[in-house]
Every structure is written in C-alpha cells, then in structure tokens.
C-alpha cells in the first residue's frame, strides 16, 4: 500500500511498530494507537482491565505518557445483559485512571461477539520516541512478564485448567499496566522496545531485529512462562495463532540450536494478550534495570538474550 508521507510522521507502518507517532512540535509528539480483543476470560469485569491495559501498552512502548483514550465496544446487546457491557466498561475505565489518563468517550457498534479496546493517545518527546528498530549488536534483551498466556486462556475454556487458578496467579500479572516497567526503563539507554502480544515471543523479536538490521540470541532456559503452560502444550492444548505465528517467523531464518520437544517449541510462539515489554539495552546496564524492576514489584522480569551482529534472523540456545 503506498501511504502519502509527511515528513512529521516520525514513526509510521514501515518497522511494524506499536503505535505512530506524528511530530506536533519541536518539543511535542503524539502517539496514536488503536487495539481491541475478543473475551479472554468470562468475567467481564477482567476482559475490560486485560483489554485497556493491552491497548495502553503500545504507547509504554514507543516511550509515551498515555493521556486519552476512546472505547471500542462490539456488543450484542440482543442476547447478552447491559450489565455484562456495564462490567467491562467499567474495567477499562479503571486502568485508564490506573495509567494516569482520560477516558473521553468512544463508539459502540451491535456485533455477533463481545469486543472491546482502546483507541489511545500518548505525548513523547520527539527526540526521545523509542521503536523497535533500535537495538544494537551487543545489547542485552529483558522481558518483563512470562509467557503462555494464550494456551492457558485456551485450556480454562477447554475445561482443561483451573479458572480460579488462573485468576489468582496470572490475571492480575495479565492485567498489569507496562508503565512502571517502562518508567525505569527511560533512565537507561534503551535502545528499542516492543511488547510482546499476539506474535509471540519470537515474532515480535524478529519485528526488532528486523527493524534493527540485527541477529538474536535468544536463551530458551532463561525464558519465563506461566505456570501450567508447558503442560498444557504437553497435553495436547494449543491456540488458534501458533500455526500463524509459525508461518510468519518463517519469513527469516531460525537457527534452534538445542534439542526442545514439540511442546517446548510451542511456546515460542504462544500468543500474548497484555504480555510483557521486550526491551533492548546496553549490557552493563542490564542487571541494575533489573533489580531496580524488581524493586519495583515486576518480580518475573529476567534477561532472555543478547542482540549480535549478523543478518536478521534468531538463534535460539
């Protein structure tokens, strides 16, 4: 598609990146970004925080403050209760004040299944945007939450896991905002950042290093996942994206240099809903951004790999 350039839309479609991001003034920029999902869970009042939240994280991600935002809502109010509509407003509504910013109205549209998002708007600094197309050979990558949300999400519905297990250890992990992870982040040199979502781990690292003109090597046994995931996968679980999402990291090379069961390998490309940041950074930065994380409560943040030279591809180790 051949999109008219503006030579103040500093960051558009071109790097896969998490928001835009258009030059208003020397010292201002605004982040525009827009995301909606479909329930990952029954109670509605959790679907509205998980989904504000996602939606909100793409502006952590460019290195924005989030300031507005509108709700999307796909309803079908002929056959399910306002009150349930009611619930998930009210969720989203709560992480928008969470994050410090507005909710200033939105659209509603009748629909065959329940849909809700965010079309949020952030300010940068037009000088201190972060993008995926940064990290550098040398660089140290952090995640900041597990993985193997989106199999786990699928077993609850399958009657396979147990709901209230989920509740209590993953949703409010799930429902975290990134902007305190990303708040001390922005006092390191960080070099790029995306989060992780529906791509999975390994399609959104092959978004940076694509971006970035880099290699990556990714440290398997240094990767975090929720509990219960791997044995879902072992069980015979699985997502409606894993299939994608190994299509599409199959655009670039992948090099899995250690022996890894089916399972095992699923889960690199087990997609996220609110996942964590992914974040690029000098290395003798790295382990003071993680205690300092870890001081901050984001206690399952961990550093999963390094950025090399080489063409754009991932190593996994």
Not at 97 to 126: F, R
Request: glycine share 10%.
């Amino acid at each position: 598609m051949d999109f008219r350039r503006d030579a103040n839309l500093l960051v558009g479609v071109e790097t896969n990146d998490d928001a835009a991001v258009y030059r208003l003034s020397d010292e201002l920029a605004m982040i525009n970004t827009v995301d909606f999902i479909t329930p990952p869970v029954d109670d509605p009042y959790w679907f509205g925080q998980i989904a504000a939240a996602n939606s909100i994280s793409d502006i952590y991600a460019m290195g924005g403050k989030p300031v507005t935002a509108l709700n999307l809502v796909m309803f079908p109010a002929r056959y399910l209760d306002m009150g349930i509509l009611k619930e998930i407003l009210r969720g989203g509504n709560d992480k928008v004040i969470e994050a410090g910013a507005c909710l200033a109205g939105g659209h509603s549209v009748d629909d065959n299944e329940p849909k809700y998002g965010l079309c949020v708007n952030g300010i940068v600094h037009p000088d201190r945007i972060i993008t995926n197309a940064g990290a550098q050979p040398g660089d140290a990558l952090i995640l900041t939450k597990p993985l193997g949300s989106g199999v786990l999400f699928n077993a609850v519905r399958a009657g396979k896991f147990n709901a209230v297990e989920l509740e209590q250890s993953v949703l409010p992990i799930i429902a975290a905002l990134n902007g305190p992870a990303m708040a001390k982040a922005l006092q390191y040199d960080l070099h790029a950042c995306t989060d992780v979502t529906g791509f999975g781990i390994l399609g959104h690292l092959l978004e940076v290093v694509d971006g970035s003109g880099v290699h990556a090597m990714l440290n398997y046994n240094a990767l975090p996942f929720y509990s219960g995931a791997h044995d879902m996968y072992k069980k015979g679980q699985t997502t409606g994206s894993n299939k994608a999402n190994r299509t599409l990291v199959t655009r670039y090379p992948l090099f899995v240099e250690r022996s890894l069961a089916k399972s095992q390998e699923e889960l690199l490309y087990d997609p996220q809903t609110s996942g964590g940041l992914l974040l690029s950074l000098p290395p003798d930065q790295a382990q003071k951004l993680l205690a300092e994380l870890h001081g901050a409560g984001i206690d399952l943040a961990v550093e999963i790999g390094e950025i090399v030279e080489g063409a754009v591809g991932i190593t996994v180790r």
